[in-house]
Nanobody, 122 residues
Framework: QAQLVESGGGLVQAGGSLRLSCAAAGRTFSPYNIGWFRQAPGKEREFVSAINWNGGITSYADSVKGRFIMSRDNAKNTVYLQMNSLKFADTAVYYC???????????????WGQGTQVTVSS
């Protein structure tokens, strides 16, 4: 089973940008849809965005729509999340995972990475 590895998190001021990466180690993830989720302290894990197997379809949570852009490069087994106009409310640990179905439900995803911390200072 492919293990996903997130990177690119860090500390940024409100209004700034970060680009997260999600890379697959082992088997390719090109047949799968990939999702980004986030979890803030004391809160449940929530859907952020998803991209279908060939990058032709994306979906975003209302809270990030217009600010975040998800893309993928199957040749590099990597998915990206470009985060712009960051807000304090975006502070969380961000996770990527894969799914064989088109869904926003975390339990339908597997191969979760260890997460990368994004901290936005106000």
């Amino acid at each position: 089973q492919a293990q996903l590895v997130e990177s690119g998190g860090g500390l940024v001021q409100a209004g700034g940008s970060l680009r997260l990466s999600c890379a697959a180690a082992g088997r390719t993830f090109s047949p799968y849809n990939i999702g980004w989720f986030r979890q803030a302290p004391g809160k449940e894990r929530e859907f952020v965005s998803a991209i279908n197997w060939n990058g032709g379809i994306t979906s975003y949570a209302d809270s990030v729509k217009g600010r975040f852009i998800m893309s993928r490069d199957n040749a590099k087994n990597t998915v990206y999340l470009q985060m712009n106009s960051l807000k304090f409310a975006d502070t969380a640990v961000y996770y990527c995972a894969r799914s064989g179905s088109w869904t926003k439900v975390a339990t339908n995803y597997d191969s979760w990475g260890q997460g990368t911390q994004v901290t936005v200072s106000s």
